[in-house]
């Protein structure tokens, strides 16, 4: 397992780790360090220290070469909610080392930058950094979740500008139209109107004064994070991945978007079928004028891009995707 690799699966369990003056400091809730744990960041800890101050040292970029080698044309994935990419090297070993693989990480993640609080202005940067690198389509683009609208609306402004798209991909995102499906569940306001009528008197001015309060903590931290940003303060660690997954958030709930003129490889977890998974097309159904293709893969919402069947039917996609590209 890469470096990489094993501080991602510790920052999905919770345990930061972070340089202060050549120390390894390990920010752990109580509970997450198992002994394998303490055993990998024993063993590693040389090569944990020599990844962090290479990456303090080197110039922070949104654009991550994830595998810049190759003579395919580049597949650029684009980050989800919480903002990282680390989660698309699991693709290498599928895709081959003939294909070039590019990550977008958000904006924020530095702690230094303001996080784009749009889906719209993101494509646009975005697509700024893919031209770096590829000048003229065709472009082959993808995303998970959140990333897939981002992947989605690239698309539609590089057709904008004449570019051609060879393969536009989606892992598990949730498109425009998904509560017109039969079996999607109540909305959380109607959850908790229905919660209030149930409870007692006491029990709804208990269940009041928490969200009112949660509601005045979440206003205060944000107003923190961006008073730091204004005065030139990093923000620390611990709150600046929860500031960038909050202005994702708010993205998400404002982008609007309308018809692409290609076709939508949507590859969606066949696990999870209530609420917003309960529509078959994921809300993509009449978006795409050339098909919704949709792959079934076994798997949770969250952990798909780490399933092995993806992996291989994401290189047999993209695979036919490329031999469709004149020379």
């Not at 680390?86 to 895709?95: D, K, P, T, V």
């Not at 039969?182 to 269940?207: A, D």
């Not at 309060?213 to 030139?232: G, S, T």
Request: charged share 25%; with cysteine.
């Amino acid at each position: 397992m890469s470096i990489a690799e094993l501080l991602k699966n510790l920052r999905e369990s919770g345990i930061e780790l972070r340089l202060e003056n050549d120390r390894l400091i390990c920010n752990a809730p109580k509970g997450t360090m198992t002994s394998d744990t303490m055993s990998a960041l024993k063993n590693r800890k040389a090569e944990i220290i020599a990844f962090l101050e290479q990456v303090a040292t080197s110039k922070w970029s949104s654009l991550v070469s994830i595998q810049p080698k190759g003579n395919r044309r580049p597949f650029f994935c684009f980050h989800g909610v919480g903002g990282n990419v680390l989660n698309y090297g699991n693709f290498i070993s599928y895709l081959g080392l003939d294909q070039p693989l590019y990550g977008f990480q958000a904006l924020g993640l530095d702690g230094e930058t303001e996080p784009f609080k749009a889906i719209e202005p993101m494509a646009d940067y975005y697509i700024n950094e893919i031209k770096k690198i590829q000048p003229c389509g065709p472009y082959f683009l993808g995303g998970g979740s959140m990333g897939g609208m981002v992947a989605f609306e690239a698309a539609q402004k590089l057709q904008q500008y004449g570019d051609e798209i060879g393969f536009l991909a989606m892992f598990d995102t949730i498109g425009p139209n998904y509560k017109s499906a039969p079996n999607y569940g109540p909305s959380p306001l109607r959850k908790l109107i229905k919660r209030m009528i149930q409870n007692t008197i006491k029990e709804n001015y208990v269940l009041i004064k928490e969200k009112i309060a949660l509601r005045i903590e979440h206003k205060q931290k944000i107003q923190q994070c961006r008073k730091m940003l204004e005065e030139k303060i990093a923000i620390p660690h611990e709150m600046r991945f929860w500031y960038v997954e909050q202005m994702n958030r708010l993205a998400m709930n404002r982008y609007r978007c309308s018809s692409f003129n290609g076709e939508i490889v949507l590859f969606k977890g066949s696990n999870e079928t209530e609420g917003v998974y309960s529509d078959p097309e994921r809300g993509w159904r009449g978006i795409a004028k050339k098909g919704l293709r949709i792959i079934e893969i076994p798997g949770k919402h969250g952990t798909l891009v780490e399933e092995s069947l993806l992996g291989f039917e994401l290189a047999k996609y993209l695979g036919e995707a490329q031999l469709k590209i004149k020379p």
